[in-house]
Each structure stands twice: as C-alpha cells, then as structure tokens.
C-alpha cells in the first residue's frame, strides 16, 4: 500500500443516543481511490464531514497527510479545506450562478484570480469532462442530471485538489450515463494524482474505479480489501450486500403494503 494520506483511528460519533459512528477506522494511500460501501445510514457521509471538521467527533483520531484535522472557524481550518475537492451527493450548484462561475466559485473567493482567468479555467474543467466550452455560460436549471453531475466534478476537480471526496457521483443516473461518469472520474483523477474516498451504493461504480473497497455498518468498517479481493469475497456483511441478498447479518426493513 503507498504511503498514508489519510488515517481515521476508532472514530465514534453520537446523535441523540443513537450511534452513527461506532470506532470506525480505516486508510487511504497517497494517490489511491478508496470506495466506502454500505447500506443507507452506516456513516460513509458522515466519515466525509468529520475528516473536513465539519462534524466534530465525539472520539477517536484523524490525520490527513499526517497533520491532525484542525478545529473549525479558525485560519488553520480555512487553509486545510483548500486541499479538498468535494463533489457533493446532489451535485449542490448554486442555481443563480452560471456554470462557469459555479465550478470557479472557491477560486473567486481567493485574492489574486481575475474572473476572466477563472472563467478560461472553467472552460478547460468542462472540456476534461466531456462538455463543450459553451456550457460555462448556462445555469444549472438548464442542464439534465448527467450534464449538472460532470459540472460537479469540474467543480470538484479545479484547483487540482490533492484529496478529493466524491459522494454518490452517479446516484440518479442512468447505467449508460453513470458508465460515463465513472469513465470520467478515472481519467481525470489518474491524471492529477489525488487520493480519493468515493461514497457509493452504485457496486458498478466500486468495481470499476476503486483501487481498494472498504465496507461499513453501522458505524464500523467490517471489511476492507483490494477491489478485486471484494467481488470474490465470502465476508458474510460484504457477500451479502455485493451481491444483494436478502438474507444475511445486515438487517434490511421490511415494509407490508396493502393493494
């Protein structure tokens, strides 16, 4: 495995008695792509916003490139999310922005970047995932769901971030376009060399851009492994989920319905 970028140590995390994370731990290599797995409510969002120090932990430790996750609403926090670049599980554009100024929002915030440079900017994002420049001029209302998802990863991607976290990048799409997608994700994370965490319930998306999976319930990581050593895996949490099964240690609700 490379070197370590990031390290989440028996991080537990409550809300109104409920655990949400229960010493949950897991790893990510410099320069690898990690997909957390897992059924709805087993924490993979939340481990995204504890490591950005948008949620505190309650306890346990993180370390990202070998530094310890600052406290919020101070000069150190604003400096460490400048590593980050966040595709959000809704794409999250601002609807009154266009394009071009959605994927260079941070940009604009940053003393020294005329809008005229961060626009050519957002011009070079859309082309790398397979937009024509005239988009940059459009708002989000009117681009399909496929078109708003490459935005967010343009958006994501400019700055050439060093992490990125891309939380269900295809989620709502269809086979055909989240097939582009994770087309899309691989070639241009390859390209700039970021470690990645994907947050996924697409097992298409995990098998094809994942370096390594690592599986959560409940708060905790109950396997963790190399994406091919996953598909064959007879875990019984991972077997059951990657292959759909009803029947199993993850207890999945069960609904009647009257016709």
């Known amino acids: 495995m490379p070197e370590t970028k990031i390290r989440i140590d028996n991080l537990s995390k409550t809300f109104s008695g409920q655990k949400a994370l229960d010493g949950l731990s897991f790893e990510v290599g410099d320069g690898e792509i990690l997909t957390l797995i897992g059924p709805s409510g087993a924490g993979k969002t939340l481990a995204l916003k504890c490591i950005l120090g948008l949620i505190p932990a309650d306890s346990g430790q993180m370390a ?23 595709l959000f599980q809704r794409s999250g554009l601002f609807d009154g922005l266009p394009v071009w100024e959605n994927i260079g929002f941070r940009l604009l915030q940053q003393p020294g970047n005329s809008r005229s440079s961060v626009r050519e900017l957002a011009a070079d994002k859309v082309q790398a995932v397979g937009l024509s420049e005239d988009v940059v001029d459009l708002y989000p209302a009117e681009l ?13 991607l400019a700055g050439e971030p060093p992490i990125l976290f891309l939380d269900e990048p295809t989620a709502g799409l269809d086979p055909i376009m989240s097939n582009v997608i994770n087309n899309l994700i691989l070639s241009n994370v390859r390209k700039l060399g970021s470690t990645v965490i994907v947050v996924t319930s697409n097992l298409a998306t995990a098998e094809k851009v994942s370096d390594r999976v690592a599986m959560l319930h409940q708060g905790r990581c109950v396997w963790s492994g190399k994406t091919e050593e996953a598909v064959r895996s007879e875990d019984p949490f991972l077997y059951q989920f990657w292959n759909k099964k009803k029947d199993g240690p993850i207890d999945m609700p069960v609904t009647s319905m009257a016709f």
């Open 64 to 86: 990202v490139a070998g530094q310890p996750v600052p406290s919020p609403n101070t000069a150190e926090h604003d400096a460490y999310l400048r590593q980050f670049g966040i």
């Open 144 to 156: 399909s769901g496929g078109m708003q998802k490459r935005v967010g990863i343009a958006r994501a």
